[in-house]
């Protein structure tokens, strides 16, 4: 906290006397943040972005025994700033408060309208594919569509003193085979395109989160670990369940970047931590301290995406809200 500053509301302001920090409000509190190395702090698009320095080319005009003579001191002119690195966001670009129904939002339930205890999602360009949980099963939803199609299900266990997770996670490929994590069946389903039927690639697997990268390997969160796939390399945790740097436990839904980085939702530890190609531990890029509701806190660690500038944004379970944290960036 720093008390140079004072907070209207929460939310992230400019610092007027250094462009690569800014200020981080949360109940009250000023919390001064910076930005990674070679990025300052916009107002306008409410993140950091890549420092363009306005190059000046110098023109020198002259002339020849041949030609008119044009006589003037040295002609300078400025080029148009450089864009900024692509993230598809423009500059005039704002956060939209209100959320929009895409699908189900017609109660909880079975029809295909509806969905019930939804626990994962997977974005193929504009179609969602959604782990419809309790419905045992995987639903697609186009775009604009009032009901979802069944895609995919899994085997329903029936104990009526317990109440199971089924379908936790599904991803898809670049042709179209989906692989579903059936936590309560532990096992790991792949479904061709346009197949009525799966098969179990992975048995004997508490799984929970999966990920794939850009070769299409599969990566499953289980226990405490992460593992890939074809194979069974563990490339994140497996030293049993505790918090250590080298240990995971109950680890939740995950990301893999360009670099094959494994990010992981480190459900207990209330922390992500990411995990590099190879790394003996991981390093914690947002939570992992007390589990409360302050900004540089959280309670579950749910979910986790990262965006191409390395900005993590993660499910805060506990305390019912996503969470925003810039690369390289610690509250203090």
Request: overall charge negative; hydrophobic content about 35%; proline content about 3%.
């Amino acid at each position: 906290m720093d008390g140079t500053f004072i907070c209207v509301n929460d939310g992230m302001f400019e610092n007027t006397n250094d462009r690569q920090t800014f200020w981080h409000c949360s109940n009250g509190y000023a919390y001064l943040q910076q930005c990674p190395g070679g990025l300052v702090w916009s107002q306008v698009k409410q993140q950091c972005v890549w420092n363009v320095v306005e190059p000046t080319i110098t023109v020198t005009i002259s002339s020849t025994t041949t030609e008119t003579v044009l006589s003037t001191p040295e002609a300078t002119s400025t080029r148009s700033p450089l864009p900024v690195s692509g993230d598809g966001i423009c500059a005039s670009a704002k956060w939209d408060q209100n959320g929009v129904t895409v699908a189900g939002g017609n109660k909880e339930g079975s029809a295909l309208n509806q969905l019930d205890y939804p626990k994962g999602l997977f974005l193929d360009d504009d179609v969602i594919y959604i782990a419809d949980n309790h419905n045992c099963r995987v639903v697609k939803w186009t775009p604009g569509a009032a009901t979802g199609q069944v895609v995919a299900s899994v085997k329903k266990l029936e104990d009526n003193n317990y109440l199971f997770d089924f379908v936790t996670s599904v991803v898809v490929d670049k042709n179209g085979a989906i692989f579903i994590c059936d936590e309560a069946n532990k096992q790991v389903e792949r479904w061709f395109k346009n197949d009525n039927h799966g098969e179990i690639i992975i048995a004997n697997i508490s799984c929970w989160g999966l990920a794939l990268d850009n070769e299409g390997s599969l990566y499953v969160s289980a226990f405490d670990r992460v593992t890939k796939w074809p194979g069974n390399e563990v490339v994140a945790g497996g030293n049993g369940q505790g918090s250590a740097l080298n240990q995971l436990y109950a680890p939740r839904h995950l990301f893999v970047d360009q670099e094959k980085s494994v990010f992981v939702a480190d459900y207990i530890n209330t922390r992500v931590v990411k995990w590099p190609v190879g790394a003996k531990e991981g390093t914690v890029v947002a939570g992992g301290k007390e589990q409360e509701s302050g900004a540089n806190q959280l309670s579950f660690a749910h979910s986790v995406v990262v965006d191409q500038m390395g900005t993590v944004y993660t499910v805060d379970y506990g305390n019912h809200r996503v969470m925003r944290w810039f690369n390289g960036l610690k509250q203090r």
